[in-house]
């Protein structure tokens, strides 16, 4: 299973554009890229996944560059609800996707 | 609008109980997997499954059990609670696309 180094921490003002990027060097060829949004005593929540170039949804978009050993997800115009954890995972290629769970970056979203 | 259920939402329990935590998901996913996650801290895989009668132990050493006799059904159980068991139990599901679905947790106290 692939490891992902992410920032620990980050910090954003209301209405600003976050972006987060996290190195996964050693990505399989069949592995996807997807992040999760975590809030205090909650599960994760699935945000966005990609396998390669620019994926976007209604709350994010997930850059991933050709070399896929590195993506960035972004959060336009973030607000005080946007503060949660925010982990990067690679995995689910081949079906048997048993995921690992990083320490995660932990957003702070200011007034 | 999440299919996946998980009670208790809490529980505070005294030392030596036998204790079962539920966990349930409507959406037929045959991938079901359990976390630990203590506050402020990563989420470890203890146990997960990939089909009924299959259930395999995680990463982190658990002192849990769980059985999968049910698809929708992946129910975890402390035979003799401790202090060093209390944390935050996260159950997850998953079938044909790559990511998790996460219930809302239960967390557990023993005193």
């Known amino acids: 299973l692939a490891k992902t180094t992410q920032p620990i921490s980050m910090d954003s003002y209301e209405g600003q554009e976050v972006n987060i990027t996290c190195s996964h060097n050693?990505?399989?060829?069949?592995?996807?890229i997807t992040w999760y949004q975590q809030f205090p005593s909650q599960g994760p929540r699935f945000i966005i996944q990609?396998?390669?170039t620019k994926v976007t949804n209604e709350v994010a978009s997930l850059f991933i560059p050709a070399d896929r050993k590195s993506s960035t997800l972004s959060l336009p115009r973030v607000s005080l609800s946007d503060t949660a954890v925010y982990y990067c995972?690679?995995?689910?290629?081949?079906?048997?996707?048993?995921?690992?769970f990083g320490a995660g970056t932990r957003l702070a979203v200011h007034p | 609008e999440a299919d996946i259920y998980q009670t208790p939402r809490y529980l505070v329990i005294g030392t030596g109980k036998k204790i079962t935590l539920e966990c349930s998901q409507t959406?037929?996913?045959?991938?079901m997997y359990w976390y630990q996650q203590d506050p402020g801290m990563e989420l470890h895989l203890i146990h997960y499954?990939?089909?009924?009668?299959?259930?395999e132990k995680g990463d982190l050493s658990s002192e849990s059990t769980v059985s999968r006799i049910r698809t929708e059904h992946f129910p975890l159980t402390l035979e003799s609670a401790r202090p060093s068991h209390t944390s935050q139990y996260l159950c997850?599901?998953?079938?044909?696309?790559?990511?998790?679905?996460f219930g809302s947790g239960t967390r557990l106290t023993v005193v």
């Open positions: 997850a599901s998953s079938g044909g696309q790559t990511f998790y679905t």
């Open positions: 050693n990505i399989a060829t069949n592995d996807y």
């Open positions: 990609g396998y390669k």
């Open positions: 995972l690679v995995g689910g290629g081949g079906g048997y996707n048993k995921l690992i």
């Open positions: 959406m037929g996913h045959d991938k």
């Open positions: 499954s990939y089909g009924v009668n299959s259930t």
